[in-house]
């Protein structure tokens, strides 16, 4: 006799409050942090056009797809078309398509085996295995084109600079000069007093020389000039101290569609070779890669040298939040993020699709000109398989605890 939880009112109940843990953890994240929740909800929309990339490749190449899932573990809620079933499962850490037939490990109905993924031609399998990471390289370049074209490409302003950050909070705990004065990230201070800062040096000797005077700012924000009165701090050396941060003043720049389309081709190009060299770097320096992650809480070494500190989703989320960020930032981020998980899925391991791609092209040729289907036996692959999954997640796990105890200063 089944029990009370393998009952169809106990799976109704355990969906309903699992429907209820994602929904409130969303409402939570969106409560705490809006930006959060934006990033969040992207994030999973490009996981979902991965996936949808795979499903319509596999229906467009007659190959049957049972199951189209956002997120793992057990099924939350789910519904029927044609012969896929939707749905969503609580472990909202990616996405799944299932093709039948992907191995020859896999027992499929023999009305069904003509329909299987192995059973279709070479280019059929290679369009398939390989849509995922196309469609994050067309919204790579979908992305960028926008930037190029809409938004405007970030552009330095020759040696004028701008407010990056207002320290909210002298050594005292009082209000800081600068935040006394209502400053924001993104002014530019002209002059103090008298004397004209055009840059950040001479901002900085216009300050010091005058600890714990009243002066008058004169601020630009938003193509208008304002006036700002304000007290200066003293530092511990007895020097003055305004409270802010500074960095090269940046203007967004659009162009017309042809030359928007010509950088968005070359900009691409950068970011994969910028991607295929980041992915070295940290294969190449595991050692230093295993020591970040096992770096104690707040260990300022953990950040160091950004070029080999793995980024999890949770850093992605943290660095697409900040405040720090102008929209163009968060643009470039969407594109690099697409273009870095691309190229990183063809890596030819499995169970990466790169390593579908590598058993059908090691098919292809071991076939020659016999025409006659050649089939790996994957089995064999499993021990490899099984030692690249163990990898996957002690990196992925490692560099989510990296991202909790020492996140990026964004």
Do not use: C
Not at 135 to 146: C, D, K, S, V
Not at 201 to 206: P, Y
Not at 212 to 228: A, H
Not at 260 to 285: C, D, H, L, R
């Amino acid at each position: 006799m089944p029990s009370a939880f393998e009952s169809d009112d106990g799976r109704i109940q355990s969906r309903t409050l699992g429907v209820l843990l994602v929904v409130g953890s969303l409402i939570l994240l969106g409560y705490l942090s809006k930006a959060m929740l934006l990033v969040t909800l992207v994030i999973a929309v490009v996981i979902f056009m991965h996936e949808l990339g795979h499903y319509l490749t596999a229906r467009i190449t007659g190959m049957k797809a049972t199951e189209f899932y956002l997120g793992f573990g057990p099924r939350l809620f789910s519904f029927r078309r044609g012969e896929t079933e939707f749905g969503v499962k609580p472990i909202l850490a990616g996405a799944y398509v299932k093709v039948v037939g992907m191995t020859n490990l896999d027992e499929v109905e023999e009305n069904d085996e003509p329909r299987t993924y192995r059973r279709q031609t070479y280019p059929k399998r290679l369009l398939v295995a390989s849509a995922g990471s196309l469609m994050h390289f067309i919204m790579a370049l979908l992305g960028l084109l926008a930037l190029f074209l809409f938004v405007g490409e970030p552009v330095t302003q020759g040696d004028s600079w701008e407010i990056s950050t207002v320290v909210e909070q002298s050594a005292d705990g009082e209000l800081s000069a600068a935040a006394s004065a209502g400053l924001k990230a993104g002014d530019q201070i002209l002059a103090v007093g008298s004397q004209p800062t055009p840059a950040w040096s001479d901002l900085v000797d216009a300050v010091r020389n005058q600890p714990g005077s009243f002066v008058r700012l004169e601020v630009l924000r938003d193509g208008q000039t304002l006036f700002r009165e304000t007290k200066l701090g003293v530092d511990e050396d007895g020097y003055g101290i305004l409270g802010v941060g500074g960095q090269r003043a940046v203007t967004n720049v659009s162009y017309n569609a042809p030359t928007a389309i010509q950088k968005t081709i070359s900009e691409f190009v950068i970011m994969v070779g910028q991607s295929f060299k980041g992915i070295w770097s940290i294969f190449a320096n595991l050692g230093d890669v295993a020591d970040r992650i096992f770096s104690p809480p707040n260990d300022p070494s953990a950040n160091e040298n950004l070029e080999t500190r793995p980024v999890s989703v949770v850093g992605a989320v943290q660095i697409g939040a900040s405040d720090r960020l102008n929209g163009s930032e968060r643009l470039q981020l969407f594109v690099a993020f697409n273009v870095f998980v691309g190229i990183f899925n063809l890596l030819p391991l499995l169970p990466l699709d790169g390593g579908h791609i590598a058993i059908a092209t090691y098919e292809r040729l071991r076939e020659g000109r016999s025409g006659q289907r050649y089939m790996i036996d994957t089995a064999r692959l499993m021990p490899i398989t099984y030692a690249v999954v163990a990898f996957l997640a002690f990196f992925g796990l490692g560099a989510v605890y990296l991202d909790i105890a020492n996140p990026l200063g964004f």
